[in-house]
């Protein structure tokens, strides 16, 4: 049995919203955009509902924690920000309520309006497929530090919502259009540079309850640990508002599996511990599932170390229960 807290699905409502608001955007972001629209509109594991589920037996996965990589993020129109909003909720909540045994819900916000992400949260939170939510690495051109937002990490704290941090735009796209650099490494400076602004500004020592998810094993910060430590010993910005070193914060996350290097699980696994890995897999972004599966078996984990990995600590943190179990 599995669990899988990395996957995504699209509707052809929402496609044509984002081909409605970047298809004229010749800005770095809005011709990356503009690639993303044309993947989705031709790929069919991106929007069918059925062949996701037909996939998820394959791969023995018996649920999926559904989130939405969230252009709408990058919109500074509020009205136009709240319409990506509803789409990108109503299409990953239906196949929810269709199918509660197969999918959860990590709820799509509009950070960078406050208080449309606190309304959001309070027209679909209550959805008992509902499990978190999922934030961009920033946010109307913002960083996730920024003060605005923290009357909304404070909601997510209240509730018990824990946060998947995924990229969508990485500073410096416009160096990474060449080569598709955005997806192989750009998004991974995006999420390490998000995480690490929010733990050295004290997000997490604001808000102690708060749980995040790092995707794609935590970018680069496990490579990068030692360096942020030293940056915390040596500029008084990155230590005047935590009471601990910056490595107590991110042990704190959850971490998913999608890698495909079997030295960097075991790094991971090493550093954070086998309790805050979570199975992932990036569908219907990834589809080297096989070859995934094949790394974590090389690990060579004991039964109840799988177990953890593969369901039980996404559970645990999510809330999930199970009926019956495959």
Not at 111 to 135: C, M, S, Y
Not at 280 to 297: N, S, V
């Amino acid at each position: 049995m599995r669990i899988d807290v990395h996957a995504h699905l699209f509707s052809k409502a929402y496609i044509e919203a984002l081909r409605h608001v970047f298809g004229n955007d010749n800005s770095p972001a809005g011709q990356d955009a503009q690639r993303l629209i044309k993947w989705m509109s031709t790929d069919p594991r991106m929007t069918h509902v059925e062949g996701r589920l037909q996939e998820m037996e394959k791969w023995g996965i018996e649920m999926q924690v559904l989130s939405v990589p969230f252009h709408g993020a990058l919109v500074q129109d509020r009205a136009a920000a709240g319409e990506l909003t509803q789409l990108a909720n109503e299409m990953i909540v239906q196949p929810a309520r269709d199918y509660p045994d197969r999918f959860r819900v990590l709820l799509t916000l509009p950070l960078q309006f406050p208080e449309l992400a606190v309304e959001t949260l309070d027209r679909f939170a209550q959805e008992p497929t509902v499990v978190g939510v999922a934030l961009m690495g920033s946010a109307g051109g913002r960083p996730l530090n920024d003060a605005a937002f923290m009357p909304v990490y404070a909601e997510l704290e209240r509730r018990g919502l824990p946060f998947l941090l995924h990229p969508i735009s990485p500073p410096g796209l416009d160096c990474m259009l060449e080569l598709n650099l955005a997806n192989v490494v750009g998004f991974m400076f995006e999420t390490t540079l998000a995480a690490t602004r929010l733990v050295l500004a004290g997000v997490f020592e604001r808000y102690p309850k708060l749980q995040m998810i790092f995707p794609h094993l935590g970018g680069l910060a496990p490579y990068l640990m030692g360096r942020i430590q030293w940056g915390y010993e040596r500029f008084p910005a990155c230590n005047e508002n935590l009471s601990a070193p910056p490595e107590v914060y991110f042990k704190r996350f959850y971490y998913d599996t999608v890698c495909r290097n079997v030295p960097a699980l075991r790094m991971a696994l090493s550093m954070f511990g086998v309790e805050h890995v979570l199975f992932g897999t990036d569908i219907p972004f990834r589809e080297d599932i096989d070859l995934q599966l094949q790394d974590l078996a090389a690990l060579k984990l004991s039964d109840a170390e799988r177990q953890a990995i593969d369901f039980g600590n996404a559970a645990r943190l999510l809330g999930i229960e199970f009926k019956s179990s495959k």
